[in-house]
């Protein structure tokens, strides 16, 4: 028996015939406590490769769906962290598990207020539990967010590891809890003067299975997920995790801590070459399609640095003023008239001081109703890095009236 607990592979394997007992309908406590007998504790990458296994080998995602919440209750207690990387304070795995005791605390909440329907003997009681499930479910919606790193930050790296099928599942879970709250959320548009006996159906049908759907993807990610992601992924994938987490959000978790990685990965990670593409926080490009990008966009860009010197135009289709390149190199000044000069100096004073960050006018000219608006450019530190200048015809546009709908655009 010990060289079966010791060999890897067939661990994998019986553990793999066990979950498809779970499918076949045989009851989760009895195959927990095989699980327990013959295995002892299964580490927590196996779960995760016998899981792309049964993916591999055929068996449907939603079959893996319906399943997934009773072999995780079977594998309960029998999954070995011991091994799995520690993430430092302010990494963005820390910050996933500080949102999970939050989410912990709303349900403790929430599962006070089922206890206190169930025990509820008066209308008061009810109508204090009723306010709390309430209060408890929309705090928990906020686990959209959590959700939305995972899948947008998290899984689009591990599928370029190779791993594909574990995301895939996790995913269909996130969404049958959206839903779950979702429906939990609409249910207190009916309970307004419901009775005890309704308010215990509402729970075991409508709020429980939400609760327990929340509570057992925090096992999921726990035992199961960031162990393997701290394994898998490198420090300057989790680097581009931790930058783009402030566009989704956090969850009931405000971080205060920072995390910044070794100096080689964070410049490597702000690197300007892979093959001669031009790396930004959201994407990469060659420098001919940024050019094409720039002269294709429906208005004017001119850039100006920090030193009021114009650096840069756009040789769009549309021009509205008139550009050439004896301006590039040139102070902004000089390209204004005198009688309008002022102006100009005005708003790049302001915007060097932090007193503006924008500043919009527009204008007639010739029939044609023009829209000038001048943008203060700044790093993550708020030093100002120069202005940038957006002129754009909107007389065409101001005149649209009804729709008009893919594919029935003119042809040129």
Request: net charge negative; proline share 4%.
């Amino acid at each position: 028996m010990s060289e079966l607990i010791n060999n890897a592979e067939k661990r994998r394997e019986l553990l793999k015939h066990l979950i498809l007992q779970l499918h076949k309908g045989e009851a989760p406590n009895e195959v927990r406590m095989q699980l327990q007998r013959i295995l002892g504790q299964v580490p927590y990458d196996e779960v995760m490769a016998v899981e792309k296994e049964l993916i591999d080998e055929g068996l449907p995602i939603t079959e893996v769906l319906k399943m997934c919440d009773i072999h995780s209750a079977a594998l309960k207690g029998s999954i070995d962290t011991s091994a799995a990387k520690t993430a430092p304070a302010g990494h963005p795995v820390d910050t996933f598990l500080k949102e999970n005791r939050a989410i912990e605390w709303e349900l403790s909440s929430l599962k006070q207020a089922f206890e206190a329907v169930n025990k509820g003997v008066n209308d008061d009681d009810l109508k204090a539990a009723i306010a709390q499930i309430r209060v408890r479910i929309h705090n928990l919606c906020d686990v959209d967010k959590h959700y939305r790193r995972k899948e947008n930050l998290i899984f689009p790296f591990l599928e370029k590891h190779g791993i594909t099928g574990p995301p895939t599942v996790m995913w269909g879970k996130h969404d049958q809890i959206r839903a779950m709250l979702k429906a939990g959320v609409e249910s207190f548009e009916h309970m307004e003067g419901v009775g005890l006996d309704e308010a215990r159906t509402l729970v075991e049908l409508v709020f429980k299975p939400a609760f327990d759907g929340v509570e057992d993807m925090i096992f999921k990610e726990e035992q199961i997920l960031f162990p393997m992601c701290m394994d898998t992924l490198s420090e300057q994938e989790w680097w581009q995790v931790y930058n783009q987490s402030l566009e989704i959000g956090f969850c009931l978790f405000d971080p205060t801590e920072e995390w910044t990685p070794s100096g080689e990965t964070a410049m490597a990670s702000e690197s300007v070459s892979e093959e001669g593409r031009i790396q930004l926080p959201s994407g990469s490009m060659t420098p001919t399609e940024l050019n094409a990008i720039l002269n294709s966009i429906p208005f004017d860009l001119t850039f100006v640095d920090k030193d009021d010197t114009v650096r840069y135009f756009t040789q769009g289709r549309e021009r509205i003023f008139d550009r050439n390149r004896a301006i590039l190199g040139r102070k902004v000044q000089l390209c204004h008239p005198p009688h309008s000069v002022h102006i100009v100096q005005q708003i790049l004073e302001d915007f060097r001081a932090g007193k503006q960050s924008r500043a919009p006018f527009w204008i007639t000219i010739k029939g044609r109703f023009i829209h000038i608006e001048y943008f203060a450019l700044r790093d993550k530190k708020g030093e100002y890095l120069g202005t940038l200048e957006v002129s754009q015809d909107l007389t065409d546009k101001r005149a649209l009236d009804g729709q008009q709908r893919l594919l029935e655009y003119a042809k040129d």
